[in-house]
C-alpha cells in the first residue's frame, strides 16, 4: 500500500473514532460516598428516686430516661411501676457503705463486713421494692466500691439475675466497673454529674462539658437528681439539642 493510501486509511479511522466519542453521552463522575456522621449518643440517670411522686414529672420529658429508684423509699415500687409502664428504664439505686460510716445508716445499705449471702439477701429484698429493675447502681458506696471482695460477690449475685451495673463513681478508687467486667456483667460508667451544684451557671457549665465529652467520646452517662431546679433546667436545655448531634438513650444501650 502507498504512503497516500495509508494515511487516508488512518485519518478514516480517527475519524470514525472521534465521531463514535462524540456520539456518546458524557459520564459523570459519581463523588464517593460519604456517610453522616452518627449523632453522640447521652443516657440521662436520674438518681434518689422514690421519696416524692413529684419526681414522676422526670418521666415527661421527650426522651429515654433511666430511673434509679430507692428500695425503701415511700413510693419506690409505684414510681417503679410508672416508669415501666411509661417505655422508661428502671434501675435499682442500691445503698453502699461510704466513707466514714460504720454501719448501715439506712435499711438495705451494703457494708464492708457482709458476707455473699447476705449481699444476696439484700439484693433480692430491694428488687421486690423496686420491680422491673434491669441494671444496678450505688447509693453514696464511696467506701464499699473500693473493696475488692465486696465488688466481687456483688458482681456474683448480679451475674445470676442478668443485671448490668452502671458504676457511679463515688471514689476515683472505684474497683466496681473492674469486677463487673472480671465477671462478665454488663457495665459503665457515669461520666457526668449534672446538679451537684443548682445554681444556674452551674448547670449550664456542666451541661457544656456533658456535651462536648459527648462528642468526644461518641457517648456520656450524665447522672441528675430529682430537683425542681433540674427539672427545669431540662426542659430548657433538652429542646434546644440538634438530634443530629445528640441521641439520648437508655444506659443498657451504652453497657460494655
Sequence with gaps: MSRP??????????????????????????PPFSEAPK????????????HHLRHQEFLDLAI???????????HATKLATTAHQAGHQVMLHLPMQAQGQQTATEAGMLSASDSLAHIELLLDYALQQVPHAQGVNNHQGS?????????????????????????????????????????????IRRHVFLDNQLQQVALEQAWQGLLELAQQQSQAVVIAHPH???????????????????QF???SELLN
Aim: hydrophobic residues 50%; contains cysteine; neutral net charge.
Design 39 to 50: 449523632p453522640a449518643k447521652i443516657a440521662l440517670v436520674i438518681d434518689d428516686v422514690g
Design 143 to 187: 467506701y464499699l466500691t473500693e473493696q475488692e471482695q465486696s465488688m466481687a460477690w456483688l458482681m456474683q449475685a448480679l451475674k445470676q439475675r442478668q443485671l448490668y451495673f452502671l458504676d457511679s463513681r463515688t471514689s476515683a478508687a472505684t474497683v466496681a466497673e473492674q469486677q463487673a467486667l472480671a465477671h462478665g456483667v454488663p457495665t
Design 228 to 246: 425542681p431546679e433540674t427539672l427545669a433546667f431540662l426542659k430548657a436545655k433538652i429542646p434546644l439539642l440538634p438530634t443530629e448531634s445528640f
Design 249 to 251: 438513650v437508655y444506659v
Design 5 to 30: 493510501l495509508l494515511g487516508g486509511a488512518c485519518l478514516l479511522i480517527l475519524s470514525l473514532i472521534a465521531s463514535k466519542a462524540l456520539a456518546q453521552p458524557p459520564q459523570l463522575l459519581t
Design 64 to 74: 429515654p430516661i433511666t430511673i434509679a429508684i430507692l428500695p425503701g423509699s415511700p
